[in-house]
């Protein structure tokens, strides 16, 4: 059972053009949310989060929205530059402040297209 | 370099022998995870320390798994008796409890069992 989902496996993006990148989750006991960015054969690299209490974070050319009610999150990259070309990983957990236990979707594969 | 460090980062070895991988967290992290990734997946979660306790085993760490954190710093994860199916990525990451879930992902082991 996938509480995590990213039902886009792959995205292709022009480059100076922005990026959204979609999360989908089912489990109402997750509170945090986090967005890793992954380059092959590294570990992921975090990148942004957001709680709960809020429907949005900015940092950066990041941004994320979360709306609680559909379960849903995004990540927008704006501009997007072409080291930008990643596999993004969403990933959720149920509290804010202690069990810190990821649950990561499938990811997408962004291309950034010059 | 102060970010998580694991070793060795690939390992090919014949089924049936053991293995084991290193991890050695960020100073001051108290927590350390230890994640796995099969191709085409996003990370999924073994086991987590906070200092030398551990605190959390995932049903997918079976009995020829283990985890050890023997003075709250470094770990290792051992296989035993290696299966084709335990070919995949490890992943280890650390975190301090104080700063939320904002968890560090080091570059991960490789391990193929042929």
């Not at chain 2, 053991?18 to 099969?38: A, G, K, M």
């Not at chain 2, 049903?59 to 985890?67: G, P, V, Y």
């Not at chain 2, 994860?77 to 968890?103: V, W």
């Amino acid at each position: 059972d996938q509480q995590v989902k990213q039902n886009s496996p792959s995205l292709s993006v022009q480059e100076g053009r922005i990026s959204i990148l979609n999360c989908d989750y089912t489990n109402s006991m997750f509170d945090y949310f986090l967005w890793y960015k992954k380059y092959p054969a590294e570990g992921p690299t975090f990148l942004i989060s957001i709680s709960s209490i809020k429907d949005k974070n900015e940092d950066g050319r990041f941004t994320v929205f979360l709306n609680k009610s559909a379960k849903h999150l995004s990540l927008h990259i704006v501009p997007s530059q072409p080291g930008d070309s990643a596999v993004y990983f969403c990933a959720a957990s149920p509290s804010n402040f202690g069990n810190e236990k990821l649950t990561f979707g499938t990811g997408t594969r962004l291309t950034i297209i010059p | 370099d102060t970010g998580v460090s694991q070793n060795p980062r690939h390992k090919i070895t014949k089924r049936g022998q053991n293995v084991t991988f290193r991890c050695d967290p960020i100073s001051e992290h108290n927590r350390l995870y230890w994640y796995r990734q099969t191709l085409g997946q996003g990370p999924e979660f073994l086991t987590y320390f906070q200092n030398e306790a551990q605190l959390e085993k995932s049903r997918l760490l079976s009995d020829r798994f283990s985890a050890e954190r023997p003075k709250g710093s470094f770990s290792t994860l051992e296989i035993q008796r290696t299966e084709q199916g335990d070919s995949a990525m490890y992943l280890c990451a650390s975190s301090l409890r104080a700063s939320g879930n904002t968890i560090y992902f080091g570059e991960g082991s490789w391990l193929t069992v042929v």
